[in-house]
Protein backbone atom coordinates (compact mmCIF):
# COMPACT_ATOMS: atom_id res chain seq x y z
CA UNK A 1 0.00 0.00 0.00
CA UNK A 2 1.43 3.55 -0.95
CA UNK A 3 0.75 5.71 1.69
CA UNK A 4 0.64 8.71 -0.16
CA UNK A 5 -1.93 7.44 -2.22
CA UNK A 6 -4.42 6.25 -0.01
CA UNK A 7 -7.72 7.60 0.34
CA UNK A 8 -7.03 9.73 -2.92
CA UNK A 9 -9.70 10.32 -5.34
CA UNK A 10 -8.51 9.47 -9.48
CA UNK A 11 -10.71 9.51 -12.46
CA UNK A 12 -9.57 6.53 -14.89
CA UNK A 13 -10.80 7.31 -18.54
CA UNK A 14 -10.70 3.91 -20.61
CA UNK A 15 -10.86 1.77 -17.49
CA UNK A 16 -12.50 -1.36 -19.16
CA UNK A 17 -9.33 -1.22 -21.38
CA UNK A 18 -6.63 -3.52 -21.08
CA UNK A 19 -3.86 -1.33 -19.57
CA UNK A 20 -6.07 1.07 -17.43
CA UNK A 21 -7.90 -1.74 -16.24
CA UNK A 22 -5.03 -3.10 -14.38
CA UNK A 23 -3.95 0.67 -13.51
CA UNK A 24 -7.56 0.78 -11.43
CA UNK A 25 -6.90 -2.53 -9.69
CA UNK A 26 -3.56 -1.54 -8.66
CA UNK A 27 -4.35 2.09 -7.87
CA UNK A 28 -7.78 0.56 -5.46
CA UNK A 29 -4.62 -1.95 -4.66
CA UNK A 30 -3.05 1.07 -2.90
CA UNK A 31 -5.74 3.03 -1.34
CA UNK A 32 -7.16 5.27 -4.06
CA UNK A 33 -11.24 5.48 -4.49
CA UNK A 34 -12.06 5.34 -8.50
CA UNK A 35 -14.05 6.74 -10.85
CA UNK A 36 -13.98 4.25 -13.81
CA UNK A 37 -15.52 5.80 -17.15
CA UNK A 38 -15.71 4.36 -20.47
CA UNK A 39 -18.25 3.89 -22.91
CA UNK A 40 -19.36 0.05 -22.01
CA UNK A 41 -21.17 0.06 -18.79
CA UNK A 42 -20.25 -4.14 -18.56
CA UNK A 43 -17.15 -3.61 -19.24
CA UNK A 44 -16.07 -0.96 -16.19
CA UNK A 45 -18.59 -3.11 -14.12
CA UNK A 46 -16.02 -6.19 -14.35
CA UNK A 47 -13.33 -3.84 -13.35
CA UNK A 48 -15.74 -2.48 -10.26
CA UNK A 49 -16.55 -6.18 -8.93
CA UNK A 50 -12.53 -7.09 -9.25
CA UNK A 51 -11.90 -3.93 -6.54
CA UNK A 52 -14.50 -4.41 -4.75
CA UNK A 53 -13.45 -7.82 -3.98
CA UNK A 54 -10.25 -6.41 -2.50
CA UNK A 55 -12.28 -4.18 -0.33
CA UNK A 56 -11.77 -1.15 -3.02
CA UNK A 57 -13.83 1.76 -3.61
CA UNK A 58 -14.74 2.79 -6.68
CA UNK A 59 -18.07 3.76 -8.61
CA UNK A 60 -18.57 3.25 -12.49
CA UNK A 61 -19.97 6.22 -15.07
CA UNK A 62 -20.42 5.14 -18.57
CA UNK A 63 -19.80 8.19 -21.26
CA UNK A 64 -18.08 9.23 -23.85
CA UNK A 65 -15.38 11.63 -23.02
CA UNK A 66 -15.24 13.17 -26.42
CA UNK A 67 -18.53 14.22 -25.83
CA UNK A 68 -18.12 17.63 -23.83
CA UNK A 69 -21.41 17.70 -22.19
CA UNK A 70 -20.85 14.10 -20.55
CA UNK A 71 -17.44 15.18 -19.55
CA UNK A 72 -19.06 17.97 -17.43
CA UNK A 73 -21.88 15.50 -16.11
CA UNK A 74 -18.63 12.87 -15.16
CA UNK A 75 -17.14 15.92 -12.97
CA UNK A 76 -20.48 16.68 -11.45
CA UNK A 77 -20.80 12.53 -10.28
CA UNK A 78 -17.13 12.95 -9.24
CA UNK A 79 -17.70 15.56 -7.22
CA UNK A 80 -21.15 14.56 -5.24
CA UNK A 81 -19.44 11.08 -4.73
CA UNK A 82 -15.96 12.02 -3.44
CA UNK A 83 -16.15 15.51 -2.77
CA UNK A 84 -12.89 16.35 -4.66
CA UNK A 85 -10.73 14.51 -7.84
CA UNK A 86 -7.04 14.64 -6.78
CA UNK A 87 -5.79 12.75 -10.21
CA UNK A 88 -6.84 12.42 -13.69
CA UNK A 89 -5.69 9.23 -16.01
CA UNK A 90 -6.87 9.74 -19.62
CA UNK A 91 -6.98 6.06 -20.56
CA UNK A 92 -9.29 6.15 -23.36
CA UNK A 93 -7.57 6.16 -26.93
CA UNK A 94 -6.71 3.94 -29.64
CA UNK A 95 -6.90 3.06 -33.02
CA UNK A 96 -9.76 1.68 -35.36
CA UNK A 97 -8.44 -1.05 -38.58
CA UNK A 98 -10.63 0.71 -40.74
CA UNK A 99 -8.84 3.69 -40.32
CA UNK A 100 -5.53 2.16 -41.55
CA UNK A 101 -4.56 1.19 -45.06
CA UNK A 102 -4.20 -2.58 -45.31
CA UNK A 103 -0.46 -1.31 -47.44
CA UNK A 104 2.42 0.28 -45.97
CA UNK A 105 2.69 2.40 -49.33
CA UNK A 106 1.47 3.94 -52.05
CA UNK A 107 0.19 1.12 -54.67
CA UNK A 108 -1.26 3.30 -58.06
CA UNK A 109 -3.91 0.00 -58.31
CA UNK A 110 -5.49 1.31 -55.31
CA UNK A 111 -6.91 4.60 -57.90
CA UNK A 112 -8.62 2.43 -60.17
CA UNK A 113 -11.00 -0.41 -58.95
CA UNK A 114 -10.64 -2.52 -61.91
CA UNK A 115 -7.26 -3.38 -60.37
CA UNK A 116 -7.08 -3.24 -57.01
CA UNK A 117 -6.59 -6.35 -55.56
CA UNK A 118 -9.08 -7.98 -53.43
CA UNK A 119 -9.12 -6.61 -49.83
CA UNK A 120 -6.63 -4.17 -51.10
CA UNK A 121 -7.36 -1.17 -48.47
CA UNK A 122 -4.97 1.76 -49.64
CA UNK A 123 -5.20 5.56 -48.18
CA UNK A 124 -7.76 6.26 -50.80
CA UNK A 125 -10.09 3.94 -49.65
CA UNK A 126 -10.44 5.11 -45.90
CA UNK A 127 -13.39 6.78 -44.45
CA UNK A 128 -12.37 9.89 -43.40
CA UNK A 129 -14.91 10.61 -41.15
CA UNK A 130 -13.81 7.28 -39.39
CA UNK A 131 -10.06 8.34 -39.78
CA UNK A 132 -11.11 11.71 -37.76
CA UNK A 133 -12.83 9.51 -35.36
CA UNK A 134 -9.16 8.22 -34.38
CA UNK A 135 -7.80 11.80 -33.85
CA UNK A 136 -10.81 13.03 -32.25
CA UNK A 137 -10.45 10.27 -29.16
CA UNK A 138 -6.62 10.25 -28.91
CA UNK A 139 -6.98 14.34 -28.89
CA UNK A 140 -10.08 15.78 -27.59
CA UNK A 141 -10.91 12.44 -25.44
CA UNK A 142 -8.27 13.65 -22.97
CA UNK A 143 -8.65 17.24 -23.53
CA UNK A 144 -11.88 17.48 -22.55
CA UNK A 145 -11.07 15.81 -19.85
CA UNK A 146 -8.38 17.73 -18.58
CA UNK A 147 -10.28 21.25 -19.50
CA UNK A 148 -13.02 19.69 -16.87
CA UNK A 149 -10.93 18.40 -14.10
CA UNK A 150 -8.18 21.16 -13.74
CA UNK A 151 -11.38 23.30 -13.49
CA UNK A 152 -11.88 21.76 -10.28
CA UNK A 153 -8.48 20.69 -9.29
CA UNK A 154 -7.04 24.58 -9.88
CA UNK A 155 -10.01 25.70 -7.44
CA UNK A 156 -9.06 22.62 -4.80
CA UNK A 157 -5.32 23.34 -4.56
CA UNK A 158 -3.65 21.19 -7.61
CA UNK A 159 -3.53 17.73 -8.86
CA UNK A 160 -1.94 15.36 -11.57
CA UNK A 161 -2.76 14.08 -14.82
CA UNK A 162 -1.60 11.28 -16.85
CA UNK A 163 -1.97 10.86 -20.82
CA UNK A 164 -1.13 8.34 -23.09
CA UNK A 165 1.06 8.53 -25.51
CA UNK A 166 2.54 5.52 -27.84
CA UNK A 167 5.55 5.08 -29.18
CA UNK A 168 4.00 6.71 -32.41
CA UNK A 169 3.91 9.70 -30.98
CA UNK A 170 8.47 9.41 -31.74
CA UNK A 171 7.94 7.91 -35.28
CA UNK A 172 5.27 6.77 -36.84
CA UNK A 173 4.76 3.29 -37.13
CA UNK A 174 3.29 2.33 -41.00
CA UNK A 175 -0.25 2.09 -41.86
CA UNK A 176 -1.39 4.19 -38.77
CA UNK A 177 -1.52 7.52 -39.60
CA UNK A 178 -4.42 8.96 -37.64
CA UNK A 179 -3.39 7.15 -34.66
CA UNK A 180 0.56 7.97 -34.98
CA UNK A 181 -0.42 11.77 -35.64
CA UNK A 182 -2.89 11.92 -32.75
CA UNK A 183 -0.47 10.05 -30.59
CA UNK A 184 2.29 12.95 -31.74
CA UNK A 185 -0.23 15.47 -30.46
CA UNK A 186 -0.42 13.69 -27.05
CA UNK A 187 3.08 14.52 -26.41
CA UNK A 188 2.59 18.20 -27.38
CA UNK A 189 -0.79 18.46 -25.31
CA UNK A 190 0.92 17.72 -22.26
CA UNK A 191 3.86 19.70 -22.54
CA UNK A 192 1.63 22.64 -23.12
CA UNK A 193 -0.99 22.28 -20.99
CA UNK A 194 1.77 21.20 -17.96
CA UNK A 195 2.88 24.44 -18.70
CA UNK A 196 -0.31 26.45 -18.66
CA UNK A 197 -1.36 24.65 -15.60
CA UNK A 198 1.84 24.75 -13.40
CA UNK A 199 0.78 28.01 -11.70
CA UNK A 200 -2.59 25.93 -10.54
CA UNK A 201 -0.09 23.51 -8.97
CA UNK A 202 -1.70 20.55 -11.55
CA UNK A 203 1.27 18.42 -12.62
CA UNK A 204 0.74 16.82 -16.31
CA UNK A 205 2.41 14.03 -17.47
CA UNK A 206 2.26 11.31 -20.40
CA UNK A 207 3.13 7.53 -20.18
CA UNK A 208 4.48 6.23 -24.21
CA UNK A 209 3.92 2.56 -23.81
CA UNK A 210 5.70 -0.02 -25.99
CA UNK A 211 3.61 -2.78 -27.12
CA UNK A 212 1.61 -4.24 -24.64
CA UNK A 213 -0.14 -7.44 -25.39
CA UNK A 214 -4.13 -7.28 -25.71
CA UNK A 215 -7.13 -9.30 -27.48
CA UNK A 216 -6.45 -6.57 -30.71
CA UNK A 217 -2.50 -7.02 -30.33
CA UNK A 218 -2.52 -10.94 -30.58
CA UNK A 219 -4.40 -10.81 -33.61
CA UNK A 220 -2.65 -8.73 -35.78
CA UNK A 221 1.27 -8.98 -34.06
CA UNK A 222 0.40 -12.37 -32.60
CA UNK A 223 2.52 -13.64 -29.17
CA UNK A 224 5.93 -14.94 -28.75
CA UNK A 225 4.65 -18.10 -27.24
CA UNK A 226 1.99 -19.06 -29.81
CA UNK A 227 4.10 -17.39 -33.57
CA UNK A 228 4.19 -14.05 -34.40
CA UNK A 229 3.13 -12.06 -37.39
CA UNK A 230 5.92 -10.81 -39.63
CA UNK A 231 4.91 -7.38 -37.81
CA UNK A 232 4.91 -8.98 -34.77
CA UNK A 233 8.58 -10.44 -35.53
CA UNK A 234 9.47 -6.87 -36.46
CA UNK A 235 8.04 -5.54 -33.28
CA UNK A 236 9.97 -8.27 -31.23
CA UNK A 237 12.76 -8.09 -32.90
CA UNK A 238 13.20 -3.95 -32.58
CA UNK A 239 12.01 -4.35 -29.11
CA UNK A 240 15.36 -4.74 -27.00
CA UNK A 241 14.23 -6.96 -24.22
CA UNK A 242 12.92 -9.31 -26.74
CA UNK A 243 8.95 -9.47 -25.50
CA UNK A 244 6.04 -7.54 -25.53
CA UNK A 245 5.04 -5.71 -22.64
CA UNK A 246 1.54 -6.71 -19.95
CA UNK A 247 -0.66 -3.89 -18.82
CA UNK A 248 0.92 -4.47 -15.03
CA UNK A 249 4.28 -2.63 -16.84
CA UNK A 250 2.46 0.32 -17.29
CA UNK A 251 1.30 0.61 -12.95
CA UNK A 252 4.39 1.43 -11.48
CA UNK A 253 5.12 4.75 -13.80
CA UNK A 254 1.82 5.36 -12.88
CA UNK A 255 2.01 5.59 -9.31
CA UNK A 256 4.77 7.43 -9.69
CA UNK A 257 3.15 10.32 -11.72
CA UNK A 258 0.76 10.41 -9.29
CA UNK A 259 2.50 10.36 -6.54
CA UNK A 260 3.18 14.02 -5.15
CA UNK A 261 6.02 13.05 -2.95
CA UNK A 262 7.68 11.01 -5.82
CA UNK A 263 7.10 13.60 -8.96
CA UNK A 264 6.79 16.39 -7.32
CA UNK A 265 9.10 18.50 -9.58
CA UNK A 266 8.20 16.66 -12.41
CA UNK A 267 5.59 17.59 -15.18
CA UNK A 268 5.39 17.84 -18.79
CA UNK A 269 7.15 15.00 -19.54
CA UNK A 270 6.28 11.40 -21.43
CA UNK A 271 7.76 8.81 -20.11
CA UNK A 272 8.31 5.85 -22.63
CA UNK A 273 7.46 2.25 -20.51
CA UNK A 274 8.71 0.34 -24.52
CA UNK A 275 11.19 -2.62 -23.20
CA UNK A 276 14.13 -0.77 -24.91
CA UNK A 277 11.81 -0.26 -28.21
CA UNK A 278 13.33 3.61 -28.72
CA UNK A 279 16.57 2.31 -28.18
CA UNK A 280 17.32 0.59 -31.39
CA UNK A 281 17.08 2.52 -34.58
CA UNK A 282 15.99 -0.79 -36.62
CA UNK A 283 19.93 -0.95 -38.68
N1 LIG B 1 -1.95 -1.54 -25.75
C1 LIG B 1 -0.87 -0.97 -26.29
O1 LIG B 1 0.04 -1.67 -26.76
C2 LIG B 1 -0.74 0.52 -26.33
C3 LIG B 1 0.45 1.03 -26.83
C4 LIG B 1 0.61 2.42 -26.87
C5 LIG B 1 -0.39 3.25 -26.43
N2 LIG B 1 -1.56 2.72 -25.97
C6 LIG B 1 -2.57 3.68 -25.52
O2 LIG B 1 -2.87 3.41 -24.17
C7 LIG B 1 -4.25 3.70 -23.92
C8 LIG B 1 -4.93 2.44 -23.38
O3 LIG B 1 -4.72 1.39 -24.32
P1 LIG B 1 -5.35 -0.07 -24.18
O4 LIG B 1 -4.47 -1.02 -24.90
O5 LIG B 1 -5.73 -0.34 -22.79
O6 LIG B 1 -6.63 0.13 -25.08
P2 LIG B 1 -8.07 -0.58 -24.94
O7 LIG B 1 -7.94 -1.93 -24.36
O8 LIG B 1 -8.71 -0.46 -26.29
O9 LIG B 1 -8.82 0.36 -23.92
C9 LIG B 1 -9.21 1.66 -24.26
C10 LIG B 1 -10.52 1.93 -23.59
O10 LIG B 1 -10.93 3.25 -23.94
C11 LIG B 1 -12.35 3.25 -23.99
N3 LIG B 1 -12.78 4.29 -24.93
C12 LIG B 1 -12.54 4.34 -26.25
N4 LIG B 1 -13.15 5.42 -26.78
C13 LIG B 1 -13.78 6.04 -25.76
C14 LIG B 1 -14.60 7.18 -25.66
N5 LIG B 1 -14.88 7.93 -26.75
N6 LIG B 1 -15.10 7.53 -24.46
C15 LIG B 1 -14.83 6.80 -23.36
N7 LIG B 1 -14.06 5.70 -23.38
C16 LIG B 1 -13.56 5.32 -24.58
C17 LIG B 1 -12.73 1.85 -24.51
O11 LIG B 1 -13.93 1.39 -23.93
P3 LIG B 1 -15.34 1.61 -24.67
O12 LIG B 1 -15.14 1.16 -26.08
O13 LIG B 1 -16.26 0.78 -23.86
O14 LIG B 1 -15.60 3.06 -24.54
C18 LIG B 1 -11.60 0.97 -24.01
O15 LIG B 1 -11.99 0.17 -22.91
C19 LIG B 1 -4.82 4.16 -25.26
O16 LIG B 1 -4.74 5.56 -25.35
C20 LIG B 1 -3.88 3.54 -26.26
O17 LIG B 1 -3.87 4.24 -27.48
C21 LIG B 1 -1.75 1.37 -25.90
Same mark, same amino acid.
Given at each position: ?15 ? %? ?12 ? /? ?5 ? /? ?10 ? !? ?26 ? =????? %? ?25 ? @? ?20 ? !? ?11 ? #? ?10 ? /? ?13 ? #?????? &? ?6 ? =? ?6 ? &? ?29 ? !????? #??? @? ?19 ? =? ?10 ? =? ?17
Amino acid at each position: MNENLKGKVCVVTGAG %GTICSKVSFDLAKN /GVKLALV /GRTEEKLIKVKE !EIEKIGGECFVFACDVTDINSVDKLVDA =VYEKF %GVCHYLVNGAGGNNSQAMPTITQFDPR @ELDESTKPEGMRGFYDIDMDCF !ESVIKINTMGSVL #PIRAFAKRMAKD /GGGSIINFASMNSYC #PLTRCF &AYAMSKAA =VVSMTQSF &AAYFAPANIRINAIAPGFIVNERSKAYLGTV !EEGLT #PRG @EQVIKHTAMGKFGGAEDICGT =VRYLLDDTMSSF =VTGITVPVDGGFLTLSGV
